[in-house]
């Protein structure tokens, strides 16, 4: 009995010990100096890499806005991150682009009334 207690508390040992590691890994790579930013310039760099992606898309109106050469903006940012970023950025123009269209019709509607 007393080996069966020993063994089984040996595999929750070595269990907790490596769940413990695995996850110190993770957030060892999180803070290595890897080119990525911390979390407050991470974010403040993907607002201004949506920005730079919706201005971008803006300038082609009705054409192909290709994800690169990857603008100054989002350099920094991981290839997932610049691909968020720049779905949030077309996102953000496309609903630009939606209230400008709406405004224009509404002004149409107006001024045809008159």
Known sequence: MGTRTVQAAA???????LTGCSNGGDVRDKSTP????????????TRACVDAIADRAAAHKGGAVRSHPVPAPCARL????????YMKGLEQAH????KTSQGETDKGA???GS
Not at 78 to 85: K, N, Q, R, V
Not at 95 to 98: H, I, K, N, Y
């Open 11 to 17: 595999v929750i040992a070595v269990t907790l010990l």
């Open 110 to 112: 107006d001024g045809g």
């Open 78 to 85: 991981s290839d997932a991150d610049y691909l968020d970023a």
């Open 95 to 98: 609903r630009a682009a939606r």
């Open 34 to 45: 890897s080119g990525t930013p911390a979390a407050a310039e991470k974010a403040e760099t």
